[in-house]
């Protein structure tokens, strides 16, 4: 008890200033070391991209041997070197390859449903080329596109349709037709519209495999280059929609 009264009494002997003044300093450290490390986060956090922050964006890639990249090693197929080329853009994505070889867009339009089995962010439509090599009614071609689109806007699924033309033996008025039904599409719809899938390397022999059809590894690269624009609208739309 005296030694406790002792330091009592020297505690209220202090001067004001003198008692407080330690503290203050430790308090003012205290105060700016936290304000340095709040700032640090911050500009860690601003220097992240745009898409790091949340989830990959998930694209479905609904389309036939063209998508599926028939005669080439997996890792040459389009979605895979598409999704490559949007990551060295700097977007993060993950693009399922949905493609099945043979498919006309009643297969793609029966499948639907198990394909968005992978909930999908965005869907790239390709399909059309099977439907034009087999010479189908274009209006067969128009009712189920606009199946799969109808289903895809209820959904609120931000769209990408890939255009496609017809073979030039199968005539200039039938031609004429299956190009009709991809333009109409594009201005009925809210998508992203690529007019011609295979623009810059159809009928170039050196992009093709030998069958004249489907894209070489060198093909691919141009369909990819051309393509990556309207895939990264895409995408754009995608992180639009998760800020509403």
């Not at 700016?32 to 640090?40: E, G, R, Y």
């Not at 990249?69 to 490559?84: C, I, M, S």
């Not at 109808?150 to 017809?166: S, V």
Request: hydrophobic share 45%.
């Amino acid at each position: 008890m005296v030694l406790v009264d002792r330091l009592r009494g020297r505690e209220r002997s202090l001067p004001y200033g003198a008692a407080v003044r330690p503290f203050n300093a430790l308090s003012t450290r205290v105060t700016s070391l936290w304000i340095v490390a709040l700032m640090t986060c911050l500009v860690t956090v601003s220097a992240l991209p745009a898409t790091s922050a949340a989830e990959p964006v998930r694209i479905l890639g609904l389309g036939d041997s063209l998508m599926a990249g028939y005669g080439l090693p997996e890792e040459e197929a389009f979605p895979v070197r598409l999704e490559n080329a949007l990551k060295d853009a700097g977007l993060d994505v993950e693009i399922t390859n949905a493609g099945v070889s043979g498919d006309t867009t009643a297969g793609g339009r029966a499948r639907l449903e198990w394909s968005l089995a992978a909930k999908p962010d965005a869907v790239i439509v390709e399909l059309g080329g099977n439907d034009g090599l087999r010479g189908i009614d274009p209006e067969e071609t128009r009712r189920n596109l606009v199946a799969i689109l109808d289903r895809l806007k209820e959904l609120g699924l931000p769209t990408l349709l890939a255009g496609m033309l017809a073979p030039p033996n199968l005539g200039r008025e039938y031609g004429d037709e299956f190009k009709q039904v991809f333009e109409d599409l594009a201005n009925t719809y809210d998508v992203v519209s690529y007019p011609f899938f295979l623009d810059g390397v159809a009928a170039d022999p050196t992009l093709n495999q030998p069958d004249g059809i489907h894209p070489n590894k060198a093909g691919v690269t141009v369909l990819v280059e051309r393509f990556s624009p309207a895939a990264q609208e895409l995408v754009a739309r995608v992180i639009a929609k998760r800020a509403d």
